[in-house]
């Protein structure tokens, strides 16, 4: 069943520099939605790389583009012009059958709400990109991860049966089994309590510090941002601000002159 | 409160008229049937009016036996009488009217028209009296001679007959030549209803159609300023015994009421598959309201935070439903219309002609299909209805899940006592013998249907959880979430299969029924008929083989036995029906018909034979006297001298020839039985015997084998209708599991986009779709096969006594529909795994 894409057809243009570390990165990605006066840019011209084995934070104000933007990035959403490489393959030149295969093998999701099928088990929705791969996961690994993510007495459970947390957990579980290059996290506590928040944010880091996973996260919330290595903050469809080694304050005090611009 | 029903109709206008087709079809059913039968009616109304118009006073036999088919038998009136009336002050002309049977052959020999397919092949004598001829002449003049005849147009054309040609008709009398004197038309039709017709001059019309020396009928016209009753009222004055006299307008309207009692089986059968495609329509009506109603929860739960009543609530989604029933009654009224004409084009095919032109649409026709499709709409949606008014208001503020819950008991329950109750109204009407025997029988079949559809949802999860497990073994992910999602509400699953249970439950016992009665008749036979040959007159009980045919064959050296098999209607024992009548000391030879009391010997011209079940029900035993009714001879007295156990051949009931001979007036054999001479060759047998009957090319010699084939094979014909009937409900049963999907799908827009986003191809998400529904349409067809198997089993046991000696449930058939029914659920999936797949997947994760 699965395919490999021929990464060998897809060559990088220049960025030579950033080829080696990129895991992903734009180049000039413009996104227009609508059309003539009535066309909002939600994406103006960015170009930006996330390294490998690092957590990315992606802020802004509501309508920055930065939901957007990891659309791009993942492939569940196509750019108007310019550029979306996820590590040697570009995304814009795959055929949707080529994009679907892609996001199962080599990206994971979670999002803020809804990321669990309701009616397979913890379990099911765990391997289920695996399975739709028809790809046997690999034990020692999906044990590792469950006991990681602290799931091991709920597996059997469907999601109605589980807490927002643990739902939250599952469906990281679910973005570690298939050992993916890139997972894309949007907003994963926005609908968490701060303690269950505190542990999905956890286990991101951990994906990227023990796994040597790349973690791409949108999120609003300064202290979820604090989590990561970096922090990019867009308005209005641009870059203004790539920040390294956040805090909270900092970003606070960084978000606050982002919204006056 | 009603602007939000209204905008709710409006924002989903594709559903509604995918709901509203459920009802639609069944409508359109209904309105087609209403409408083809006021139109036929309408036009023989018309063209009786026209036919007798110049009729004030028509006299006829007052005897009558009114058979189940074809027009009622009366006695002859005396030719005399025509005379008699002639000199009466009031009666300016008078003329008598014969009428009986004349096939034409085309110039292949073939015989014109299709009496097979029951339309009738007339021969009349031609009226002197222009009042009193309704033909038209276009082409030629009236017949004069004993060697002359008038043709149908339709003959004409078809036949490639005109004027001055010649045209073998077969007769009473056998084959004769004519010559073609003229071309008619009648009503302005080349060939009303199918029927050919042949004008003899009235002598000769006595001798080949009629009976000489009488007439059928006599009509008068009356003299200037002579009021009809006036007539009637001479007439009466000089009329003999056993004469009736009617005024013009008594006759029109007796000869419209004739048309009508025909219609009316017609129409019956076709309204009992509307109403089946109803009951099917209502099903889906009341499982589509019931997902729309859980689809809407939230939101009825805010309408109810914010002040509505429950009763305004019950009354939104009634509002709801009324509409969509008005506009599926729209619709179906005008695809009934549509479908009339279809019909109408459909019957020409076979042949049946049916007269008139534009579709007679009545305001009764427009009113009961509006009302029909309203009010099994409204009641299919009571349900629905009244659980929306039930949600509490709370419910808004919580979030709601699509997850069902757990089934009630009470519903299992309620299922095992309808079923049972169900049923026990079917065993009852099968073996209470009651009256109205098929009202129980309808309707416990009816109520069982309703009773398993309620105990279905019980049935569903271990069901789905077999076939689709294995499915999903071998099928993959995409199979496992399809599994998943039918068992997620066994309840919806079980309404939607219901639907298609009912389509297949009753193909299945058709199936089963049928292929039962092809086993029983292959056995009866077998058993019972011992002779060689059948010729099969192919006249289908009207005219048929004159008995010189049997004479001839009779007088072949390889033939040893022979006996003709007439039919007649009689009175017996106060019931209007029919008596068979063989030769009784040869057929009780050529059929083992199982004499358990007197002998066949001594059976003589007043002799009765009689099956046993006639004997017990009637408490009839052997020298017990018999009273039958003939039209031409009055009442007579037969004598019980044989009692039988075998009916297949016999019926219940028969006469010797003679006695047929002594009590009608026209003789004709429908079937002859032969056997061979001991040694002879039957293929030489065979010969010869084709050689009698060449000239009745209607007519067909069968060896034993081919007499059991065709007996059988007329089965396959109704059965034929049968099942295209019952497509209907099928169909609607596909469109009601893709509407069901539709809407799942709809609900689960979130899902189908996350499991995109993880990974899921197109192709996958139509796959899982795909499965999805063959597993609904899989449970339907099991249940309904389940079902059909019973009732079949019951029917034929029941009908055991009547020479049902064989069950028999068709295995490949059987299967074959279970297939069919797998390939219906990858059709009603098309469009729903179509739309899943298409879904844009970040509207989808983005919603809510």
Redesign the interface.
């Known amino acids: 069943m699965s395919t490999s894409i021929d990464v060998s057809t897809v060559t990088s243009e220049g960025h030579d520099g950033a080829r080696q570390l990129a895991a992903a990165r734009t180049h000039r990605a413009v996104k227009v939605y609508g059309s003539a006066e009535t066309a909002v840019r939600a994406l103006d011209g960015i170009d930006v790389v996330f390294d490998r084995a690092m957590f990315t934070a992606i802020m802004g104000p509501s309508g920055s583009g930065k939901s957007t933007l990891m659309h791009c990035l993942a492939g569940l959403d196509d750019l108007t012009s310019g550029e979306v490489w996820l590590g040697e393959t570009q995304l814009g030149r795959l055929s949707e059958k080529q994009l679907t295969r892609t996001r199962r093998e080599k990206l994971g999701f979670v999002f803020q709400a809804f990321n669990l099928v309701p009616s397979l088990t913890a379990l099911e929705n765990i391997t289920l990109p695996l399975d739709l791969a028809s790809r046997r996961p690999d034990k020692t690994w999906l044990d590792h991860v469950i006991e990681t993510v602290g799931l091991g007495q709920r597996l059997a459970h469907r999601p109605c049966e589980l807490s927002g947390g643990q739902q939250q957990r599952v469906a990281v579980a679910r973005a570690l089994a298939s050992r993916p290059e890139v997972i894309f996290a949007d907003e994963p506590t926005g609908n968490l309590d701060t303690s269950s928040g505190a542990e999905v944010l956890d286990l991101l880091r951990l994906a990227v510090r023990e796994y040597g996973r790349t973690v791409v996260m949108v999120t609003h919330d300064p202290v979820a941002a604090s989590y990561s290595e970096r922090v990019v903050f867009l308005a209005d469809g641009k870059i203004v601000d790539d920040m390294a080694g956040p805090t909270p304050e900092r970003v606070i005090d960084r978000m606050k002159s982002v919204g006056e611009v | 409160m009603f602007r939000t029903t209204f905008k709710n109709l409006r924002a989903r206008k594709r559903r509604l008229l995918t709901t509203a087709l459920a009802v639609t079809i069944g409508v359109a059913f209904m309105a087609g049937t209403l409408v083809i039968a006021d139109t036929i009616s309408r036009t023989f109304d018309d063209l009786f009016a026209d036919a007798t118009e110049g009729i004030d006073a028509a006299v006829r036999g007052s005897q009558s036996i009114d058979v189940d088919f074809g027009p009622e038998a009366r006695n002859p009136v005396p030719e005399t009488l025509v005379a008699q009336i002639a000199e009466l002050d009031g009666a300016a002309a008078v003329e008598g009217q014969v009428s009986g049977y004349a096939q034409f052959l085309d110039k292949d020999d073939e015989p014109v028209g299709n009496p097979g397919t029951g339309a009738p092949t007339l021969g009349f004598n031609w009226n002197e009296v222009p009042e009193l001829n309704p033909f038209e002449l276009t082409d030629g003049g009236p017949p004069s001679g004993a060697g002359e005849v008038v043709i149908d147009r339709g003959t004409a054309r078809d036949g490639g007959f005109a004027v001055g040609d010649t045209i073998a008709v077969l007769t009473q009398a056998g084959r004769g030549d004519f010559t073609v004197t003229g071309i008619v038309t009648f009503g302005g039709q080349d060939r009303p209803a199918g029927a050919t017709t042949a004008l003899f001059e009235t002598t000769t019309a006595q001798d080949l159609v009629g009976e000489p020396g009488t007439f059928q009928e006599i009509a008068v016209v009356a003299g200037e300023g002579v009021s009809e009753e006036d007539l009637v009222t001479q007439i009466q004055a000089i009329a003999p015994a056993g004469v009736e006299v009617l005024t013009g307008e008594q006759y029109t309207e007796d000869s419209q009421n004739q048309v009508q009692e025909g219609l009316s089986f017609f129409n019956t059968f076709l309204l009992v598959f509307a109403g089946i495609a109803l009951f099917v329509g209502s099903f889906i009506i009341y499982n589509t309201f019931n997902i729309l109603v859980a689809q809407r929860t939230g939101e009825l739960g805010l309408l109810r935070a914010l002040g509505a009543s429950r009763r305004q609530v019950f009354g939104s989604v009634i509002l709801e439903a009324t509409i969509v029933g008005v506009i599926a009654g729209v619709i179906g009224l005008v695809l009934g219309i549509g479908l009339a004409s279809l019909l109408k084009l459909a019957m020409a095919g076979l042949g049946i002609e049916l007269p008139g032109g534009a579709p007679v649409v009545t305001v009764r026709t427009a009113i009961t299909a509006l009302a029909t499709g309203m009010v099994i709409t409204v009641l299919a949606a009571l349900v629905p209805a009244r659980r929306a008014g039930a949600v509490p208001p709370l419910v808004a503020l919580r979030q709601r899940?699509?997850?069902d819950r757990a089934l009630p008991r009470r519903r299992t329950i309620a299922g095992g006592v309808v079923t049972a109750i169900g049923l026990a109204s079917l065993g009852y009407g099968l073996w209470g013998e009651p009256g109205n025997a098929i009202q129980f029988v309808g309707l416990g079949a009816l109520v069982t249907f309703i009773g398993v559809a309620l105990l279905a949802p019980v049935l569903a999860s271990p069901f789905v959880k077999g076939v689709g497990g294995l499915i999903a073994k071998l099928r993959?992910?995409p199979a496992?979430?399809a599994e998943?999602?039918a068992?997620?509400n066994p309840r919806r699953t079980s309404a939607t299969a219901s639907a298609l249970m009912i389509g297949v439950g009753l193909v299945g016992f058709i199936t089963i029924f049928a292929a039962s009665t092809k086993a029983s008749i292959d056995k009866t036979i077998d058993d019972a008929f011992t002779g060689d040959l059948v010729v099969a007159s192919g006249t289908f009980g009207f005219g048929g083989l004159p008995p010189e045919v049997a004479d001839e064959i009779a007088a072949l050296p390889e033939i040893d036995l022979v006996s003709g098999m007439r039919f007649g209607p009689a009175r017996v024992d106060g019931e209007d029906t029919g008596v068979v009548a063989v030769n009784t000391d040869q057929m009780a030879r050529l059929a083992d018909i199982g004499i358990s009391e007197g002998s066949a010997d001594d059976f003589g011209v007043s002799s009765f034979g009689i099956h046993e079940d006639v004997a017990e029900e009637k408490g009839w035993e052997l020298g017990t006297p018999v009273t039958i009714e003939f039209v031409d001879t009055g009442a007579q007295t037969f004598t019980v001298d044989v009692i039988y156990s075998e009916n297949a051949l016999a019926g219940p009931w028969f006469i010797d020839t003679a006695a047929f001979e002594a009590n009608y007036a026209q003789q004709f054999d429908a079937q002859i039985y032969a056997s061979l001479t001991e040694g002879a060759s039957l293929a030489k047998a065979r010969e010869s015997v084709e050689e009698i009957v060449d000239p009745y090319p209607a007519a067909e010699v069968q060896d034993q084998e081919e007499y059991t084939e065709a007996t059988a094979g007329q089965i396959d014909q109704l059965l034929g209708l049968v099942y295209l009937l019952l497509v209907f409900a099928v169909i609607i049963a596909v469109i009601g599991i893709s509407n069901t999907l539709a809407l799942s799908i709809y609900e689960r827009t979130?899902?189908l986009g996350?499991?995109?986003?993880?990974?899921?191809?197109?192709?996958?998400m139509r796959s899982s779709i795909r499965w999805e529904s063959v597993m609904i349409a899989l449970f339907g067809t099991i249940l309904g096969l389940t079902v059909g198997l019973v009732f079949g089993w019951a029917v034929v046991s029941a009908l055991a006594d009547e020479g049902f000696s064989v069950f028999q449930a068709p295995v490949s058939q059987l299967v074959v529909i279970a297939l069919l029914a797998a390939l219906a659920g990858v059709i009603a999936s098309l469009r729903p795994a179509r739309r899943a797949a298409k879904l844009d997947?970040?509207e989808a994760?983005m919603t809510?």
């Not at chain 2, 996350?754 to 996958?764: C, E």
Request: net charge positive; no cysteine.
């Open positions: 899940s699509v997850e993959g992910t496992a979430l998943k999602n068992l997620r979130h899902e996350l499991l995109r986003a993880v990974g899921m191809t197109r192709q996958q997947m970040l994760i809510e």
